[in-house]
């Protein structure tokens, strides 16, 4: 709200640490809102209860405002401090030990209440993963890849195929198929969605046009839209010169989206749908009432 504040808010938060450490022990301030702290403790269990106690502690500062406070936590192996003391200088280790606290912090930053993470190496792992996926992302789409598999969809009274559903697998040159949990969601985070979202679309809809080619009879197939792409003003007209280039009967294409995109902008949302109806396409909800009940 003002530079005033904040700052007043910063010396506010190092003074009720600094309130609370014992002799020895360090205080920082690395970033606008990171606050480096080195504590001595005999445990996961001692350092959890301690941070815990400093976060109360902190949430209560008068301000106006309802606060926030995460803790990432590496703690530093007895064999490691021993290393630290003889050298008895700055070591590159020590941005390691620091930058491990903080893949912990962030672990559970998006859940917007406090709280306190320690790490371990799943969470390198992971970053790890992250930085795997994102780096191949482009050459994979380029390579095609990614593979799209069909999930038939059946009239349980008939036993009549009447539609598919577009799934996608990353068939990768030395890791074999990467199910869609471990790239999708990554794709989500860093926007690369709606890449795949084109991808598939495309893809689909070339199969199709060779099926009809074949003389194979066609059933509608849907495709998931990410949220991301509701951005898009004119993503009905943008779908409609994708499917359009294939050759392929907007009837055969389903457009499905997720029940959570709605919660972004209605509106536009609808006005989306509306004009994807219009031109001839079919649409569906996806994941109704797996995380809400906005009916």
Not at 216 to 222: A, D, H, L, Q, Y
Request: hydrophobic share 40%; aromatic share 10%; net charge negative.
């Amino acid at each position: 709200h003002s530079v005033k504040e904040a700052e007043y808010l910063l010396r506010q938060v190092a003074f009720m640490i600094s309130q609370r450490l014992k002799r020895g022990e360090l205080i920082a301030h690395s970033t606008s809102s990171g606050i480096p702290l080195l504590l001595e403790v005999t445990g996961e269990d001692e350092a959890k209860a301690r941070l815990l106690d400093i976060i109360r502690a902190l949430e209560a500062i008068p301000c106006g405002h309802k606060l926030a406070f995460r803790a990432g936590v590496y703690l530093v192996t007895p064999s490691q401090e021993k290393l630290i003391l003889k050298q008895k200088r700055y070591i590159p280790d020590i941005d390691v030990l620091y930058n491990n606290a903080c893949t912990a912090g962030l672990s559970i930053a998006d859940t917007g209440d406090s709280g306190v993470a320690f790490f371990d190496n799943k969470l390198v792992d992971e970053e790890k993963w992250i930085d795997t996926v994102t780096s191949r992302q482009q050459a994979a789409v380029n390579n095609e890849e990614f593979l799209v598999y069909y999930q038939p969809k059946f009239d349980p009274r008939t036993d009549e195929l009447m539609g598919a559903e577009a799934l996608i697998r990353w068939n990768t040159p030395d890791m074999g198929l990467v199910p869609p949990y471990k790239f999708i969601p990554i794709f989500e985070d860093n926007g690369f969605i709606t890449h795949i979202d084109d991808y598939m679309l495309t893809h689909v809809a070339r199969d199709q046009r060779k099926w009809l080619n074949e003389g194979r009879k066609c059933v509608p197939v849907s495709v998931n839209v990410s949220r991301a792409h509701f951005g898009q003003g004119d993503l009905a007209e943008y779908i409609c010169n994708l499917i359009d280039r294939e050759g392929c009967p907007r009837s055969l294409l389903e457009s499905e989206l997720t029940e959570s995109a709605f919660f972004d902008d209605e509106n536009a949302m609808i006005t989306t749908i509306n004009r994807l109806k219009s031109y001839g396409f079919l649409v569906s909800m996806d994941d109704f009432g797996s995380g809400y009940s906005s009916l």
